[in-house]
């Protein structure tokens, strides 16, 4: 066979979105990022679990440069992340992050929290950027709390809020970092619900969790963390049912 019948298809939409390679860093004396190779195509949904202290909160958070990395490339959508600059501002906006905390601004409305980075980050002008919030919050569907504040609501449609803001800054990427872990049970479901919803409609994401409900509902690829090394990647069903190594077999019957 010969390529020549094939369309050419742009490099854009064949190479990975996030892409990181020989990626090190440490704490001091401790190692927490080891020679971490990963790939993240474009609408790929990769859900990252392993035990407290492997490493996952400083992976998301060298991804999106909250924290420098000791060497090693980290590219988003073909750009590697510079160290800092203008550049990096512009490349950070690409990444949106949710955390475990909301930490939604508490003196300023739902509406607000959503509006401010389109109006001040990317000088969207104020009617436009609010009738973007407004579609965005009936998307993970808190469109009903927007003149209240951030106290007012339930952690469930506050963290919901987080992701609305997140996804205002029309990320090409979003980095979820434990983000029910902080709720009462009750409101987990809502939370993920939007989660699985924002996969389905093509949004890529990198996800720590441990729900192994969320994994198998949306994740393409589990990888599995321990010791600040990727020990192990699979499908959900595969992870799930045929862990590899002892640390995986360990982990998941502790939290299964
Ligand atoms: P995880 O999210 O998997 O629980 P983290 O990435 O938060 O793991 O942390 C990995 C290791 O790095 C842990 O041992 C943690 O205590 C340590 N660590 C994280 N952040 C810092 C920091 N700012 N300074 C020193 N040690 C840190
Ligand atoms: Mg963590």
């Given at each position: 066979?010969?390529?020549?019948?094939?369309?050419?298809?742009?490099?854009?939409?064949?190479?990975?979105?996030?892409?990181?390679?020989?990626?090190?860093?440490?704490?001091?004396?401790?190692?927490?990022?080891?020679?971490?190779?990963?790939?993240?195509?474009?609408?790929?949904?990769?859900v990252v679990i392993?035990?407290?202290?492997?490493?996952?909160?400083?992976?998301?958070?060298?991804?999106?440069?909250?924290?420098?990395?000791?060497?090693?490339?980290?590219?988003?959508?073909?750009?590697?992340?510079?160290?800092?600059?203008?550049?990096?501002?512009?490349?950070?906006?690409?990444?949106?992050?949710?955390?475990?905390?909301?930490?939604?601004?508490?003196?300023?409305?739902?509406?607000?929290?959503?509006?401010?980075?389109?109006?001040?980050?990317?000088?969207?002008?104020?009617?436009?950027?609010?009738?973007?919030?407004?579609?965005?919050?009936?998307?993970?569907?808190?469109?009903?709390?927007?003149?209240?504040?951030?106290?007012?609501?339930?952690?469930?449609?506050?963290?919901?809020?987080?992701?609305?803001?997140?996804?205002?800054?029309?990320?090409?990427?979003?980095?979820f970092d434990e983000p029910t872990s902080?709720?009462?049970?009750?409101?987990?479901?809502?939370?993920l619900?939007?989660?699985?919803?924002?996969?389905?409609?093509?949004?890529?994401?990198?996800v720590v969790t441990h729900e192994?409900?969320f994994a198998?509902?949306?994740?393409?690829?589990?990888?599995?963390?321990?010791?600040?090394?990727?020990?192990?990647?699979?499908?959900?069903?595969?992870?799930?049912?045929?862990?590899?190594?002892?640390?995986?077999?360990?982990?998941?019957?502790?939290?299964?």
């Open positions: 066979m010969t390529s020549e019948a094939q369309p050419s298809t742009p490099a854009s939409s064949t190479r990975p979105l996030v892409s990181l390679r020989k990626v090190n860093k440490h704490f001091g004396d401790l190692h927490v990022l080891r020679d971490i190779d990963l790939d993240v195509a474009r609408g790929e949904v990769v392993g035990p407290s202290g492997s490493g996952k909160s400083t992976l998301c958070r060298a991804i999106n440069r909250l924290e420098t990395i000791d060497d090693g490339e980290i590219t988003i959508d073909g750009k590697v992340l510079p160290a800092e600059g203008k550049e990096l501002a512009k490349l950070r906006a690409d990444v949106g992050m949710v955390f475990q905390s909301f930490n939604l601004f508490a003196h300023k409305s739902i509406l607000e929290n959503v509006t401010l980075g389109p109006v001040k980050v990317k000088g969207m002008k104020p009617g436009p950027a609010k009738d973007l919030a407004m579609s965005l919050l009936k998307r993970v569907g808190v469109d009903n709390q927007a003149q209240k504040l951030p106290a007012q609501l339930s952690g469930g449609q506050q963290q919901r809020v987080a992701i609305a803001r997140a996804l205002a800054m029309q990320p090409k990427v979003m980095l902080a709720l009462d049970p009750e409101m987990i479901n809502e939370v619900d939007a989660m699985v919803a924002l996969a389905k409609e093509g949004m890529t994401m990198i192994m409900g198998r509902r949306a994740a393409d690829r589990v990888i599995f963390m321990a010791d600040g090394q990727i020990m192990e990647q699979a499908t959900p069903e595969e992870f799930f049912t045929n862990p590899r190594s002892e640390r995986a077999k360990d982990f998941l019957g502790k939290i299964l």
